[in-house]
């Protein structure tokens, strides 16, 4: 990809607000009269009991939030299960089987697949790559539209499949009535506010995540939180950071602090916390502070830095707060940067895991 950065990915995190307006551009008008899940020749919802979504990675985390929007709005029984793990996973009928795969040739999702029973019900694939042998062995297949991903970790594509399936399973909710209208309408609006609220993070967050590397270049571990639809965020900047800087990081739902985690924190640890809002983070965020741990909060309250307060504006749709995974991008980057990794080829990885 061409753009400000000599490597790939740099220019991939700044890509997200486009490819953000791509995909709405093309799937939002087929939601609110369900053209678009009709149009996938997905089945009714009344035929449907529950959506289990399947991958590995960074394809799972956005699996994770995509999930959120079928139990949160639609109330439907939804389950993420780790592609690896799928074998050992009872399987009912009348389920909606999401894979999820940027590549569409993860060998683990593959081989989930084959570990559905006959008449499990339907499989969708969200693949970056429709030609790809996850999208010939599913039922109905849609394009995350992101366009070539170069750098092994995922960016854009993150983005691209959870706006992808958030369109999908907006349009089968609305179409099937499975939500209040009050409800959808304000997804709807923040949906439609997506890119331009990651163009705002990419500027707001720029520089201060320059300055927290330089910050935190030393630091040995780092540890995310989060609650509800904010969890996955927090999971995907952990895994982010662990791929691209060599570091330890650890993603916990801020609760379970108490029950281990928080023996980790003392003088200086760095602790992220995506914040979507749940007042009881407030609670979570002393417990760290009081054992002098660094609270990097995201979210629509305000971190401090050089002096400087820096708002996100607070985004409360079924998915959660989506833009906050562009600061931990970023940051991810930097410290990789500082720490002279490539961050387009991590080491011990690959961009296409086709071995199982
Ligand atoms: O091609 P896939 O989306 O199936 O790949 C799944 C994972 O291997 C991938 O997301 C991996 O976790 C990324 N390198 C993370 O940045």
Redesign the pocket.
């Known amino acids: 990809s061409t753009g400000r950065h000599r490597d790939h990915m740099g220019n991939e995190i700044d890509e997200q607000p486009v490819v953000a307006r791509r995909v709405l551009e093309a799937l939002a008008p087929g939601i609110v009269d369900g053209s678009l899940w009709r149009g996938l020749g997905l089945p009714s919802l009344d035929t449907i009991d529950r959506v289990t979504v399947v991958?590995?990675?960074?394809?799972?985390?956005a699996g994770r939030a995509l999930a959120g929007v079928f139990a949160r709005l639609g109330g439907l029984p939804t389950r993420t299960l780790v592609?690896s793990e799928a074998a050992h996973e009872v399987w009912e009928p009348r389920t909606l089987v999401i894979a999820?795969?940027?590549?569409?040739?993860?060998a683990?999702?593959l081989r989930a697949l084959d570990a559905l029973p006959p008449r499990h019900g339907t499989v969708l694939a969200l693949?970056?790559n429709p030609s790809s042998t996850?999208a010939r062995r599913s039922d109905a297949v849609i394009d995350c539209l992101a366009g070539p991903e170069v750098g092994?970790?995922?960016?854009k594509?993150?983005v691209a499949?959870v706006l992808t399936g958030v369109c999908v399973a907006l349009s089968g909710l609305s179409v099937f009535d499975r939500t209040d209208s009050a409800r959808l309408g304000a997804d709807l609006r923040a949906l439609a506010a997506t890119p331009d609220g990651l163009a705002a993070a990419l500027d707001a967050w720029r520089g201060p995540c320059a300055q927290l590397a330089t910050e935190y270049a030393r630091a040995s571990g780092f540890l995310f939180l989060g609650r509800g639809a904010g969890l996955v965020y927090a999971a995907e900047g952990a895994?982010?950071l662990k791929?691209l800087s060599y570091r330890w990081a650890e993603a916990y739902p801020a609760g379970e602090l108490k029950h281990g985690p928080l023996a980790l924190v003392d003088a200086g640890t760095p602790v992220f916390v995506v914040d979507n809002g749940d007042p009881r983070l407030d609670v979570d965020i002393a417990e760290v502070t009081a054992r002098g741990g660094r609270v990097i909060r995201f979210g629509e309250r305000v971190l401090t830095v050089g002096g400087v307060p820096l708002h996100l504006p607070r985004t409360g749709p079924s998915w959660g707060p989506l833009e906050t995974v562009v600061p931990l991008q970023l940051f991810a980057r930097e410290l990789a940067l500082r720490l002279h990794r490539d961050v387009d080829k991590?080491r011990n990885?690959?961009?296409?895991?086709t071995v199982s």
């Open positions: 991958g590995c990675g960074t394809s799972l985390h592609a999820m795969s940027q590549s569409g040739e993860t683990d999702v693949t970056n996850l092994v970790a995922a960016t594509t993150f499949q895994l982010k791929e991590p990885l690959a961009k296409s895991v």
